[in-house]
């Protein structure tokens, strides 16, 4: 490959290598570099249509993992399909990792998260149970 620019989408590709293919050194005049397009800045129409994420904290954690778990019973719908599937054994290791976050979590946490944690694995458990029926 010769050490000439190798222009493509988005991309300037220049070698900055500091020996050439026969393994002497280059001169600092030969050296290049390689430099990617900026990212396109998204329009505000794209803005728009991408909804904002939630703050992350160990409360909207359990809540996702607690909606895993009710996809997993087959309580809402997939989002991608919409279909409603079961799957018991996911639904039975969803509940597990979070009764491991509470073992592993005892002490460190504010009462309204020990409260939540408590409630969730007590509401998917009986979940769980009656899903088995």
Known sequence: MSEEE?????FIIKDK???DAKGEIKDESEKTEIRKDEGKEKTKEE???SAPLPEINFSSFLLSLSSSTLLH???IADPQSGEKKKDLVLAKQSIDIINLLKDKTKGNLTQEEEKLLEHLLYDLRMR????NE
């Open 73 to 75: 019973l087959g309580e």
């Open 17 to 19: 290598r500091a020996f």
């Open 6 to 10: 190798i222009e493509g989408q988005g």
């Open 128 to 131: 769980f149970v009656k899903a």
């Open 47 to 49: 803005k728009k249509d």
